[in-house]
T-cell receptor
């Protein structure tokens, strides 16, 4: 149980285009989802926390207009990287938690974004 | 400031030997502590957690961790390492930073040599 999927697992896009990454909780309802960014050989950096039906809370230094997060349902959150640049290339990981157990996070397999 | 430290970038151990991956933390209040493992190009897999109760926590794949409040440590251990244990390990703590969030350590790469 508690499986989280991400799609796509790997995406290459050109500079200036936008790309959407989906995060789904497959067998539970995720009231809260988290989006992380991981640079090579580095730790996870929390980008934003999203609660179903409300606006995401972004961490300091994360551009909310560039990284659009939507948590429209209890099983789906999306991260859209708008007007992508090569420096946005990274590994993006989502996680989800269940209502009342926010300390337990279930992680997706990650999405490798390469912007050319 | 609330933080997690993994003092070793890399740990090398021979297969069959015991392994320890170190983690220390600094948080206010009672900590919720976690260990995760990450394989190349994959997300994080949960290994174990400490919230309350026994200081020795047993988790997945034969791993265990000991919570030491006086030393503010939560070291990950395994009695006998396997080559397949080679991966990147993250220690994490749930902290209240004006809202609860999980803070991850920098990660420790474990190499188990056959």
């Amino acid at each position: 149980g508690a499986v989280v999927s991400q799609h796509p697992s790997w995406v290459i896009c050109k500079s200036g285009t936008s790309v959407k990454i989906e995060c789904r909780s497959l067998d539970f309802q995720a009231t809260t989802m988290f989006w992380y960014r991981q640079f090579p050989k580095q730790s996870l950096m929390l980008m934003a926390t999203s609660n179903e039906g409300s606006k995401a809370t972004y961490e300091q230094g994360v551009e909310k207009d560039k990284f659009l997060i939507n948590h429209a349902s209890l099983t789906l959150s999306t991260l859209t990287v708008t007007s992508a640049h090569p420096e946005d290339s990274s590994f993006y990981i989502c996680s989800a938690s269940i209502s009342g157990r926010s300390y337990e996070q279930y992680f997706g397999p990650g999405t490798r974004l390469t912007v050319t | 400031a609330q933080s997690v430290a993994q003092p070793e970038d890399q740990v090398n151990v021979a297969e069959g030997n015991p392994l320890t991956v170190k983690c220390t933390y600094s948080v206010s209040g009672n900590p919720y502590l976690f260990w995760y493992v990450q394989y190349p190009n994959r997300g994080l897999q949960f290994l174990l957690k400490y919230i309350t109760g026994d200081n020795l926590v047993k988790g997945s794949y034969g791993f265990e961790a000991e919570f030491n409040k006086s030393q503010t440590s939560f070291h990950l251990k395994k009695p006998s390492a396997l080559v397949s244990d080679s991966a990147l390990y993250f220690c994490a703590v749930r902290a209240n930073t004006g809202g609860f969030k999980t803070i991850f350590g920098a990660g420790t790469r474990l190499f188990v040599k056959a």
